[in-house]
């Protein structure tokens, strides 16, 4: 074998080395690419705000989103954060055997002094259903507000 080869070879056997490695962490988790989210208010405590403006604005919505290779790895919760301006501190995050939970707490300019979003679910690489509670305080008076949300992949980022 020439010195040529044995390159080669090395290097064949490195990719074959990173893909094994890889390959438990895309099984179970979230597949990269163009995803599709919907969010169903269920009810919404906040305060100053009435109920039949929630259910109008916050009711039901959708959003898209590009899931990358590299937010796999480095930021698999990205996936399921919605609100790109809220500054969130990761507090718990799973993902095993096709369940999920997800913690965080978030600031953002509706909600001053901070929100608890606590979710739990199932999830396919290429699928998510999830409850979230999120809990804290605007202007000092409590804040309740409990969603549902589904998420899939819709095949590439574009």
Known sequence: ???GNGKKTRHMATGFILLALAAP???DGFAPG???HQTKTISADVPGVPQWVVKVFAG???RKSCYTAQQAVSRPEALL?????AVCKLRRF???GGK???DTFCVNKRFPEGLLVASKGSYTPDSYEISTMSTGTKDGAPVRIVTTGTGHRT???K
């Open 94 to 96: 799973s993902l095993v």
């Open 34 to 36: 163009a995803w599709q």
């Open 25 to 27: 962490a895309a099984a």
């Open 60 to 62: 039901n919505s959708s």
């Open 1 to 3: 074998m020439s010195a």
């Open 100 to 102: 999920l939970a997800f």
């Open 81 to 85: 954060t919605q609100d790109d301006a």
């Open 155 to 157: 095949g590439p980022c």
